[in-house]
C-alpha cells in the first residue's frame, strides 16, 4: 500500500514537473520570438539611421558651401 502511494506521489510530481516544463518551454519560444523581432527592428532602425546620417551630412555640405550673408556682394 506504502509503495502504491509513493509510487502514485512520484507520478504526480512527474506531471507537474512536465506541465512547468512545457509552460517554461511556451515562455522561452515566445521570448525567442520577441528577440527575434526586436532584432529585425534595430536592423529597420539602423538602416534609417544610415539615410538619416547622409542626408544630414548633405545638407551640411550645402550649407558650409553657401557664402555668408552679405560677402557675396563685395
Do not use: F, Y
Amino acid at each position: 500500500m506504502d509503495v502504491e502511494r509513493a509510487i502514485e506521489h512520484l507520478l504526480d510530481l512527474h506531471a507537474r514537473a512536465e506541465a512547468r516544463m512545457d509552460r517554461t518551454d511556451r515562455q522561452i519560444e515566445a521570448i525567442q520570438k520577441l528577440m527575434k523581432t526586436g532584432m529585425k527592428l534595430i536592423v529597420r532602425i539602423e538602416a534609417a539611421q544610415a539615410r538619416t546620417d547622409a542626408k544630414i551630412d548633405r545638407l551640411a555640405e550645402i550649407w558650409l558651401k553657401r557664402p555668408p550673408n552679405g560677402s557675396a556682394k563685395r
